[in-house]
């Protein structure tokens, strides 16, 4: 009889992480689906509804008062006749009933005072159901913020795994070296691409919830009634969303830099050993000015969450391996260094829980610089040798 082998847990807690986004990608489709996919439905359906003349009853702004804010609606009555039946409706248009915004409802309600004779659109498959107005309110555009929110957390079940261990899902990091590996080219930890895509989803994220806030302000509430420093605040959320445009704009021209690709001619290091790479520039490599190549030990990170490691960006030590602007090393080369076996003075207490990176720079004419790490897969030192 066979047995089913247990899960293991870096499953289950993958589990548990998508099932920690579930609801917030429920809560946000529903959001979206409610204030914005609903309402454009129901306009594409009031297309076909007959135009029908119809009398003005009664007309008002309704008034909803909050704990800390008051929203309005337009309440407004009218009688029409239908199939030989007379109906009566208080639906104006196909938006939330009732948001921020007093002048903009008022000014719909002025132009509608009792007695006004207008015309309203029925729906012929129910005659009791009709709108005034089948058109676009800024109202329906509140459910892009759940749009943002579903996105997001849409992502997040779907790269659970790679955050359940502990790997951001635009990061590629170096697989252990195998003992019987020979010349190893590295990986960088973040591709171009993979910045790329950070970029696109942090812009996505910020504009998205900025966009909101200042289309919330600006077409729903009554703009000429918020105070200068709101205006302030939003007008520079907004600039540093130009920004993060402008940003994208430049990891796509990073796209088609010259890359350097670094080897190490011996991966199976320790501390204390020399350090040999070589490296060869592909694609425009005439664009490259300037190549500096440093090795910088930094505190490690054993917990294993994006987080965590994000922590060792302070550089306890660097050590310069190779720095040139000649044409022809900038193309190829090779250059050695040996890893420092004392730790760093803030490492004294802990000698092994440094990580030590390959650090590579190059100045590249009209477009971006190159920015690439690599980090370094350490085997560890025999005990005769500690």
Request: aromatic residues 10%; positive net charge.
């Amino acid at each position: 009889m066979s047995k089913v082998a247990p899960k293991s847990a870096p499953a289950q807690g993958n589990g548990c992480l998508r099932l920690f986004f579930l609801p917030f990608f429920l809560l946000s489709s529903g959001f979206l689906y409610a204030l914005t996919l609903r309402p454009v439905l129901q306009m594409a359906e009031a297309r076909h509804w007959a135009e029908t003349p119809c009398v003005i009853d009664s007309s008002e702004v309704g008034y909803h008062h909050g704990e800390d804010s008051t929203s309005y609606s337009i309440d407004i009555t009218y009688h029409y006749t239908s199939a030989g039946q007379l109906h009566s409706s208080q639906r104006y248009g196909f938006a939330l009933a009732s948001s921020p915004g007093l002048k903009r409802k008022q000014a719909i309600v002025d132009r509608y005072p009792p007695g006004k004779e207008t015309v309203c659109f029925v729906n012929p498959a129910a005659p009791a159901e009709a709108v005034l107005d089948r058109g676009w309110r800024p109202e329906m555009a509140l459910g892009a913020l759940g749009l943002v929110f579903a996105v997001v957390t849409g992502l997040g079940m779907i790269f659970a795994g790679r955050f359940g261990q502990g790997k951001s899902p635009i990061e590629t990091r170096p697989k252990a070296v195998e003992p019987t590996s020979g010349p190893l080219t590295l990986t960088p930890q973040y591709t171009p691409v993979g910045k790329l895509l950070g970029v696109i989803i942090g812009a996505w994220i910020w504009n998205g919830v900025i966009g909101f806030i200042a289309y919330f302000l600006y077409a729903v509430a009554d703009w000429q009634d918020v105070s200068l420093v709101p205006k302030i605040i939003v007008g520079l959320f907004l600039l540093v969303g130009v920004l993060l445009l402008f940003t994208i704009c430049a990891n796509l021209l990073a796209l088609f830099n010259p890359q350097v690709r670094v080897t190490l001619q011996n991966p199976r290091l320790r501390a204390g050993d020399e350090l040999r790479l070589s490296w060869t520039t592909t694609g425009r490599a005439a664009r490259l000015r300037k190549l500096r190549v440093t090795l910088e030990g930094r505190r490690a990170v054993t917990e294993g969450t994006t987080k965590a490691r994000q922590a060792n960006a302070h550089i306890l030590k660097e050590v310069p391996v190779f720095e040139t602007t000649n044409p022809e090393l900038l193309t190829q080369g090779t250059a050695r260094v040996t890893i420092p076996t004392t730790p760093p003075p803030d490492c004294e207490d802990q000698p092994g829980s440094v990580a030590w990176h390959l650090h590579v720079r190059g100045e590249i004419f009209g477009a971006p610089n190159l920015n690439d790490e690599y980090l370094l897969t350490l085997q560890p030192r025999p005990l005769e040798d500690q």
